[in-house]
């Protein structure tokens, strides 16, 4: 037999060199590092962030509670450094940070605490109070001396034609339309039980407590839940309904702290005591008509009572310059920027890598692409109140784990099309060169890539930038402030305030990347 005849065995694969199986498990090693330094950095950022020398005041979203905040840190501010975290949102979520530490104290009702959060079935004193929360870690103190009760309210117009004065008297006009705040409508003391109650049929949509008396006036509502001190109710001239059966507690107004608060500031605890029956009713409503019928700063209105000037109305309602360039514009901008920076780094450092593994492996892809799809998909406050339940706490890391997750998709998907892109020839010429399969991966896909991850980082940087002014429905501040502060007094001004600069801050960000993109091609063309 010839040896040009000769069979030749059958080529078999070379097995992997250690160099090859250390290139292949280094970008596993990596991605761990990686993600353990990003889970460390979350840990530990809270803990840096967290001031304990300082007394944390926190607030609800509406105009009073906004007002009382500052009344309370203005008093305790010559005894100890304050901090308000004001607007946090309703109930649930104040309670939380109170719970979680984020917060040592903030103005709350008497009726808020006796059924909303101890859950009694019927009204109790503040002794039985106190024995339920000193378990808790917390306790009642300090009524500040007025009753801001809930009650309904409608156009007098329109109660003096249907003849409606008191609540049973809605139970005959089934065809009304309710617009009530989604906390009022949620609650054992609000909207279920005044149904059951007086019998009532109709069934209420939810809307903001600020923008309801909007819409009353505007008639695309017929009855709305008030506040008894709300300062629109004689400014638009509405008709408060006689609660005849006795549904609503008495709210008196007075603080929930931590029982550790007067050990660790004992000054400022003594100055607050001081508060006690210091505000009534009158002196309320006149507040928060300053607030939000001639726009004075809530810093200012605290701090004129606890001058003792009258809280008067009449002044010249502030500008949209005034408040689009007020003395917390730095403040604000400073925790925009830094949510959006700390979130598109942890998504590049989450996302890049996880894209590398799987760009080669299609159903792994196809898996990663839709989870990170999903993640877009849910709504944003949906998203904050799953990751404020699964973290335990409110404020600055679930805004953060949020905005990480939405900018998931645009950085994922555009590495693994970026990869995708390069040629195969240039793969297999460095491979011919003696290349291993990782080192072809960083020195010629990954730089081809380049262009395109960055394209994914520009849009998930605008993603987190709008997505961001949410973030301050949790407390973790941003230009966002000013949007539910606007949300709460129905200021269109103070909404544009921290829409403008939210939308300048995305424009920048547009311009860095179109200016470094330009300047690349510019350098590649040399």
């Not at 069979?7 to 090693?29: D, E, H």
């Not at 306790?139 to 609540?167: C, H, K, S, T």
């Amino acid at each position: 037999m010839s040896l040009a005849s000769t069979p030749r065995p059958p080529a078999r694969r070379a097995a992997p060199s250690a160099a090859t199986r250390a290139s292949r498990n280094s970008f596993t090693a990596w991605l761990q590092k990686a993600l353990g330094l990003l889970l460390a950095w979350l840990v530990v950022l809270p803990a840096l962030a967290a001031d304990d020398g300082a007394l944390r005041i926190g607030s609800k979203r509406f105009t009073e509670a906004y007002v009382l905040a500052q009344v309370l840190a203005q008093t305790a501010a010559p005894h100890a450094r304050t901090e308000v975290l004001a607007g946090l949102g309703n109930t649930a979520i104040v309670y939380e940070a109170l719970r979680s530490g984020r917060i040592d104290l903030y103005p709350e009702y008497l009726g808020t605490i006796d059924q909303e959060i101890l859950k009694n079935p019927a009204p109790t004193s503040v002794e039985a109070m106190n024995r339920q929360l000193a378990p808790l870690g917390f306790g009642v103190a300090i009524p500040l001396g007025f009753n801001d009760g809930y009650a309904l309210a409608m156009r007098e117009a329109d109660a003096q034609r249907l003849g409606i004065r008191r609540l049973s008297d809605l139970a005959a006009h089934p065809a009304l339309r309710l617009g009530l705040s989604n906390e009022f409508i949620g609650r054992q003391d609000g909207w279920p039980g005044l149904q059951q109650r007086y019998r009532l049929p109709q069934r209420p949509s939810g809307i903001d407590h600020g923008l309801a008396y909007d819409a009353l006036a505007r008639g695309q509502i017929d009855v709305m839940d008030i506040y008894t001190t709300d300062a629109k109710i004689g400014h638009l001239g509405l008709r408060v309904l006689e609660d005849d059966g006795g549904y609503f507690p008495r709210y008196d107004a007075v603080v929930l702290y931590r029982l550790d608060v007067p050990q660790r500031f004992p000054a400022a605890w003594q100055a607050l005591q001081g508060l006690a029956g210091s505000i009534d009713e009158r002196e309320m409503i006149a507040m928060n008509a300053r607030a939000e019928l001639d726009s004075v700063p809530f810093e200012q209105i605290a701090r004129d009572h606890l001058a003792g000037r009258a809280a008067t109305a009449g002044q010249a309602p502030r500008g949209l310059a005034a408040k689009l360039f007020g003395p917390d514009l730095p403040r604000l901008a400073l925790q925009h920027l830094g949510l959006v920076l700390a979130s598109v780094a942890a998504a590049i450092v989450i996302g890049v890598p996880l894209a590398v593994a799987v760009a080669a492996r299609p159903l792994a892809r196809s898996w990663v692409l839709g989870l990170t799809g999903i993640f877009q998909t849910v709504p944003s406050l949906a998203m904050l109140a799953v990751l404020i339940w699964a973290l335990g706490r409110i404020g600055t890391v679930p805004a953060l784990a949020a905005l990480t997750l939405y900018a998931l998709l645009p950085i994922v998907r555009n590495t693994c099309t970026g990869l995708a892109e390069v040629p195969a020839g240039l793969k297999q010429a460095g491979m011919a060169l003696g290349l291993v399969r990782g080192d072809v991966r960083r020195h010629v896909e990954l730089p081809l890539a380049l262009p395109t991850i960055v394209a994914g980082v520009r849009t998930a940087t605008v993603i987190c930038v709008g997505t961001a002014t949410l973030a301050a429905f949790i407390g973790a501040g941003g230009f966002g402030e000013r949007i539910v502060t606007g949300l709460a007094l129905n200021d269109n001004q103070m909404m544009l305030a921290g829409a403008l600069p939210s939308a300048a801050l995305a424009l920048l960000f547009e311009a860095l990347f179109e200016l470094g993109e330009r300047r690349w091609l510019r350098r590649d063309l040399r």
